[in-house]
């Protein structure tokens, strides 16, 4: 498998432009099935990409490629996380881990570190960690985390990593899970 668990990685919110996967919703009106999204208000759903280094690709005659790590994510409890309508559920066993150096690392229902990434964690991102007690983990190849090659960093902007993020999410090669959150800075 791949020779080491440090990976690249962002922390973000759901609604970030660069992901664009919605905010909590208010209110809902049973008479017109309005549904109300006071910005701000709701607080905000964490969210963690960890992306590996090297993609390990499959090829299997007749079927589409995949890429090794995610599927072994998938194969221990995380779901495929597609284009279109994907159900966003609990990845049972498995939970993300603030370690006392400020990295956090993600974990395999059997306990082992399967993920680190050491990004800057803001307090507004800690405390919806914190607050929801889950945080949406999602791991893959193209995720819109480490810049093209060939590309200057400036140029990688939101709209070219939602881009890169449908189209890896579009190919198959996402595990997403709402993942527990252990704070382990007390």
């Known amino acids: ?13 759901w609604d970030d432009p660069a992901l664009q996967l919605g905010q909590v919703a208010s209110g809902f009106d049973l008479a017109s099935g309005a549904v109300t999204v006071d910005a701000g208000e709701t607080g905000q759903l964490p969210a963690a990409l960890f992306e590996p280094e090297r993609a390990l690709m499959m090829r299997i005659p007749g079927q589409p490629d995949r890429e090794q790590q995610a599927e072994v994510a998938i194969e221990l409890g995380m779901g495929r996380f597609g284009r279109g309508f ?79 993020s449908r189209r890896g999410r579009g190919l198959g090669f996402t595990a997403a899970g709402l993942v527990s959150y252990v704070n382990n800075r007390g």
Request: hydrophobic share 40%; net charge negative.
């Open 86 to 164: 994907a159900a966003l559920r609990p990845a049972p066993g498995w939970a993300l881990h603030r370690l006392v150096d400020e990295q956090l690392e993600l974990r395999s229902p059997n306990g082992e570190a399967f993920s680190r990434i050491a990004v800057p964690l803001n307090p507004a991102w800690i405390s919806a960690a914190v607050s929801t007690g889950f945080v949406l983990c999602l791991y893959g190849i193209q995720l819109g985390v480490r810049t093209p090659p060939g590309m200057p960093a400036g140029q990688y902007t939101d709209q070219k990593r939602l881009e890169e």
């Open 1 to 13: 498998m791949a020779d080491t668990i440090d990976d690249h990685g962002r922390v973000l919110f």
